[in-house]
């Protein structure tokens, strides 16, 4: 399984950004999709994630600024950032985790998209 991760950037503190995840290859079924970041020095942390039926979860952090969703049909989940903050810095990566064709359990991570906000 494939993870492409699209919408990092450098953006001033105030701001927003919209990432994107889609999945390939051979998933047969996507429960839940989410998003994590890692600052420098710092540990992994989730950000949000959203499972099949669309109950989503969030970070105390971002919760009202930051909106997960998904569109089953592409594969996708999104993250829109609005209202960033310097302390949002961090790279942020998707994760996906389902099934494949053969119900073998799949855990990917994507490559990690740069997310720097400036004050």
């Known amino acids: 399984v494939q993870l492409v991760e699209s919408g990092g950037g450098l953006v001033q503190a105030g701001g927003s950004l919209r990432l994107s995840c889609t999945a390939s290859?051979?998933?047969?079924?996507?429960?839940?999709m989410g998003w994590y970041r890692q600052a420098p020095g710092k540990q992994r942390e989730l950000v949000a994630d959203i499972g099949s039926g669309g109950v989503t979860n969030y970070a105390d952090s971002v919760n009202g600024r930051f909106t997960i969703s998904r569109d089953n049909a592409k594969n996708t989940v999104y993250l829109q950032m609005n209202s960033l903050k310097p302390e949002d810095t961090a790279v942020y990566l998707c994760?996906?985790?389902?099934?494949?064709?053969?119900?073998?359990?799949?855990?990917?991570w994507g490559q990690g998209t740069q997310v720097t906000v400036s004050s």
């Open positions: 290859g051979n998933i047969f079924l996507i429960n839940t």
């Open positions: 994760n996906v985790g389902g099934y494949d064709s053969g119900w073998f359990p799949v855990n990917s």
